[in-house]
């Protein structure tokens, strides 16, 4: 038997091709369509002209990377960054605010519509900010030792790549950080281990900055005391990581302590900086404020908060609610949550740690009746979850999602086979610049 011939890639043209972009993808390229064929074009908005160069070809589609903007969207905008295109960091700020928004909305219905067949019966207006620069909170920043760029470079990756991005400060990171490229580079290369320093994490709540240097190395006791000199004068706490996420520290062995909160219902939550906490504090505030308002929460009502986290959810509804629970994986985050609620002084919320994600046998919280549930999912989604919820009684369900794929396939099945409504759905701009999609749903129970 011969050998099976082997495919040859075709090769990509020279010269840059003209195309009209007829929508956008979910990760922000523009589509367009070259001898029939889906190309997926880096750089462009609906309705434009424009010369694009091959990037990259495939069996089903292929992509690019505008060269040439001939008769550009009046969407269009001058992006703020230079290194735009270039970093990773975002892939929208060439596309006005306002037009991100319109886009990521129509991801939303598009797979709900396809994916899910569902159709919301009312759309939300979406909830956004009032500025969309600087309002990433948390963040994993890449370090890379460069000798012919003159040093270290700080940032995002680069599109499409593992090198760091060479820029000067990052306009959607908080400003205590955004700003603080520079002198962070500055820093590193004043180190002995300079070339050992793979990533720096960014975590802040409403006050304190903390910055996780991770460390390959160990450092010296000189090392130490630069980053110790460092901190204060920058109005930020350093720690440092050797090893796993269990071996971040202080630096100066000082805990510092991370929080944030959540005015409208008086309330104040605690974290550690590797836990999970919304990277923007303003919609968060109003994501918490509309998915109350959802639950339509009555004093006799018992919720159940499905991946609460440390709380986020779950402390809130208990200003409203008769009996809140919260189950969650990870058990730091549950203690972190026990605390919490402990500290503001909340009595009517119970926690469980449990792998939402496994077969769920014997757990104490199933054997009991919620009217109304909460679900805030990962990427993944909820469905192993979704047959329980009529068997706990759940009337109303606000779902929380940061893909538009796993809410649609959700939906899908609490529509079709769990006997809900889709009542309504919205996106909340969580991300600005990025394609980035975070929305929220109500279902209803016929």
Same mark, same amino acid.
């Given at each position: 038997?011969?050998?099976?011939? $082997? ?29 029939? =064929?889906?190309?997926? *074009? ?17 069996? =089903?589609?292929? /992509? ?13 905008? /001058? ?33 709900? %519509? ?7 019966? &009312?759309?939300?207006?979406?909830? *956004? ?18 000798? %012919? ?17 060479? @820029? ?19 820093? @590193? ?18 006050? &304190? ?6 460390? +390959?190395?160990?450092?010296? !006791? ?14 930020? #706490? ?25 005015? /409208? ?34 004093? !006799?009502?018992? *919720? ?26 990870? #058990? ?10 402990? $500290?503001?002084?909340?009595?009517? @919320? ?23 549930? +909460? ?15 009529? %068997? +706990? ?6 779902? *929380? ?12 099945? +609490? ?32």
């Amino acid at each position: 038997m011969g050998r099976r011939s $082997r495919r040859r890639r075709q090769p990509f043209p020279v010269e840059p091709v003209e195309a009209e972009i007829e929508s956008l993808t979910q990760d922000g390229k523009g589509v367009a369509h070259i001898d029939g =064929k889906a190309t997926f *074009v880096y750089g462009s908005l609906p309705g434009e002209r424009v010369r694009f160069v091959y990037t990259g070809r495939r069996r =089903k589609y292929d /992509e690019g990377r505008v060269v040439e903007v001939i008769e550009s969207s009046p969407q269009r905008t /001058e992006p703020r960054c230079s290194q735009f295109g270039i970093c990773g960091g975002c892939s929208l700020q060439h596309q006005q605010p306002e037009a991100q928004v319109a886009s990521k909305q129509q991801a939303m219905l598009d797979a709900l %519509k396809h994916i899910g067949k569902v159709v919301p019966e &009312e759309v939300m207006s979406p909830l *956004v900010s009032e500025s969309v620069w600087g309002y990433r909170r948390k963040a994993r920043l890449g370090v890379r030792y460069v000798p %012919k760029k003159g040093g270290t470079l700080v940032g995002f990756r680069e599109r499409g790549s593992s090198f760091v991005a060479d @820029i000067d400060q990052c306009h959607i990171l908080h400003p205590r950080v955004g700003q603080l490229i520079p002198q962070l580079s500055a820093l @590193i290369d004043q180190l002995s281990i300079h070339d050992q320093i793979p990533q720096i994490e960014m975590a802040m709540g409403d006050e &304190e900055c903390i910055l996780i240097f991770r460390m +390959l190395s160990p450092p010296s !006791d000189e090392d130490l005391m630069k980053l110790a000199i460092f901190a204060p004068q920058h109005g930020i #706490s350093i720690y440092i990581q050797e090893g796993g996420p269990e071996s971040i520290r202080p630096l100066d062995f000082e805990p510092t302590t991370l929080s944030y909160s959540l005015p /409208e219902y008086d309330l104040q939550l605690d974290f550690l900086p590797s836990d999970f906490t919304q990277v923007n504090t303003d919609i968060n505030r109003q994501m918490v404020k509309r998915a109350i308002s959802l639950l339509e929460l009555q004093p !006799d009502d018992r *919720v159940l908060d499905l991946f609460c986290g440390l709380g986020n959810f779950t402390l809130p509804l208990a200003s409203a609610a008769g009996q809140v629970t919260g189950v969650e994986g990870d #058990s730091g985050l549950v203690a972190r949550g026990r605390e919490n609620a402990l $500290r503001n002084a909340i009595d009517n @919320i119970e926690f469980y740690t449990a792998n939402l994600y496994e077969t769920l046998d014997n757990e104490p919280w199933l054997m009991q009746r919620f009217n109304k549930v +909460l679900l805030d999912p990962p990427r993944s989604g909820a469905v192993e979850i979704l047959e329980h919820l009529p %068997k +706990l009684g759940a009337e109303r369900i606000v779902y *929380v999602s940061c893909y538009p794929g796993t809410l649609a396939r959700d939906a899908g099945i +609490l529509v079709h086979e769990q006997g809900y409504r889709l009542k309504c759905a919205g996106v909340m701009d969580m991300f600005p610049h990025t394609a980035h999609v975070e929305s929220i749903a109500l279902f209803e129970r016929y």
